[in-house]
Each structure stands twice: as structure tokens, then as C-alpha cells.
């Protein structure tokens, strides 16, 4: 039976944390490896019933499946997606918007949906600086609480605490923030566990990528070539979020290099 070690074994894990919250025997744990989170399996609790495999966007993800399932029609583009409507949307709250990443829509559409109680809860990412632990997703019920997560932070968020909480309280209605493999993910589980969907509401967000250091490495090892035209790694504090820059001599090399993890 096939394990996540198919998914970390190829260099595909994205640190989600959905294969943790559903092992039966707690046979997995978290490696900090090259600045991510990556499962690994005690082989001694393991009972090989795969149920990590099944659940882990990393690898396997039936696209065709799920827009069968999820919309009326089998898009041209897969990663595109059915688009129904477009709207730009800026919040009316203007604390809201200064403290937002772009117009603050998240964070005052979920305010507004657990002050009306029509949610039990919202899971939600607070991150202000490494801890030696992943960067899990926090149950939020307090509305007045909501604002307190806004903001994008660039990097690997994980899902745990969120799938074992719908797992264990099935009929809860409840908002996730999630980005795309996250939202494979919690796909992939509502199909195995027999969940409802309708319990939950998603808000997908875009997402370019999320560079990690593994992504540094590579360059490094594999772009040898390119280290006489590096200006400088850095570091920086933006706010409440830590970026990381390479930034190199010609300009056309910061495509998708000027970017944080
Ligand atoms: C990793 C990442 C990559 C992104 N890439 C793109 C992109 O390429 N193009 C684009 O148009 N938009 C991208 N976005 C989305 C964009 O940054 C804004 O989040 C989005 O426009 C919503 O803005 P807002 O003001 O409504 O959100 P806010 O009101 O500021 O709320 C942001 C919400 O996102 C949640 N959140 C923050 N970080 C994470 C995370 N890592 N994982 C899950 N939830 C999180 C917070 O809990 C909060 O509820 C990305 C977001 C993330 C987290
Ligand atoms: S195969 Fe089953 S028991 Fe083994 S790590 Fe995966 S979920 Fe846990
Ligand atoms: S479920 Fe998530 S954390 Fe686990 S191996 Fe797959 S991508 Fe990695």
C-alpha cells in the first residue's frame, strides 16, 4: 500500500500537514528539513492502511474528478478553472483595509458571517515569527478576533489542526482560508471521509508559489553559473511577515527570484 513517502520521496511535499491529521496510529511526524516541515513515518506504528496517500495533494490529484464533481463543466484550462464571475472588491472598513494584504475582503466577509453566527468557526493563519513549529491554521470563533489573522504570509501553511477538527465535529459549518493545495487536499478528504461539502466554506486564494529554501538550494547547486551575478541574500521583516530576497545583478533574472518563503 502506498504511503506518503511516495509524495516525500520525489520532492513533492508542500507541508500541509493533511496526511498527520489523518493517520489512525499518529505514526507521523514532522522532520524540519532545508526550511520546511516534512512528514515522516515511524515504520513501527505504521499499519500500512495508506489513508495519509489518499489525502495528500502532494501527489495524485484527479483534476479531471473533481471538476466533474465540483462544477458543470470540464474547464479548457485545469488550472485556470470554471470562472463564473469577476468582481473587485474593497471593504468598507478602512482599519480592515490598511491591515489587509490587498482589499481586505477576506477578513470583513468572514467577520461579517461569524458575528451572524452563520459559521461555527473560521481557520485561519497568524504568523509572526518562526517557532520551531509549523504555521498551522487557528480555529477562530470570535468575530472580533478575525482581524487579528489578516494579511497573506508567504509560506507553507499547514492544515492539521483544521481537517482533525472537521473530522472530529462533522456537522460544524466552518470557513477555511486555503490556497490551492490546501484546498486539494480538504477535496480529496470530503471524498474519502464521506464529508459534506456544503458544511464548508472555501476561499481559495491565488497562489503564485510559495518559495522555500529547497527552491534557494536548487538554484544555488544546479545555477552555478548564476552566483556571480547574486547582489545579496537577505532577510528582511515586512510587517508582521519575514521575506527572503536573492536579489541578482540583471534584471531579468528577478523573475520569480525576488520572491519570499
Ligand atoms: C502563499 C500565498 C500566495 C499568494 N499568491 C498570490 C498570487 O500569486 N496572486 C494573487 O493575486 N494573490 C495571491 N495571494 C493572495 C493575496 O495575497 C491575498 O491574500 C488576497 O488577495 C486576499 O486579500 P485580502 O486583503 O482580501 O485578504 P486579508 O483580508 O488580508 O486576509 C488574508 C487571509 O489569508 C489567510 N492566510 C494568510 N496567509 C495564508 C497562508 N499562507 N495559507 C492560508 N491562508 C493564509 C489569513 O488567515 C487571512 O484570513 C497569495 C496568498 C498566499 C497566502
Ligand atoms: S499508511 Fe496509515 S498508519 Fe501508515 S503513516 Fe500512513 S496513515 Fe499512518
Ligand atoms: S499530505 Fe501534505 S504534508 Fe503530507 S506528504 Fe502530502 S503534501 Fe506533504
Redesign the pocket.
Known sequence: MATIEETTKRGLCVSCGSCKAVCPTEAITYLFQDGIFVPSINKEKCINCSKCFEVCPGIEVNYTYLHKKYSDKIPSDFFKGNSIASYI?V?KNEN??L????????????ESLLAKKEYDS??????DDFDGLP?F?ERVTDHKK??E?????????N?EKAIKYILTNRRNKVI????PC?VHALLKLIEKEKLNRDNYFI?G??????LIIIFMNIIIKNMVVLIDLIIEIKRKRDGQEIQNYILMKKANLLVGMKECF
Open positions: 472588491v471593504t480592515i483595509l491591515n489587509s494584504s490587498s482589499g481586505g475582503f477576506i477578513t470583513s466577509l468572514i473560521a481557520f485561519l493563519l497568524k504568523y504555521a491554521l478575525v482581524k489573522y489578516s494579511k497573506s504570509k508567504y509560506i507553507p501553511a492544515i477555511m482560508v486555503l490556497v490546501h476561499i486564494l491565488f497562489c503564485y508559489k510559495t
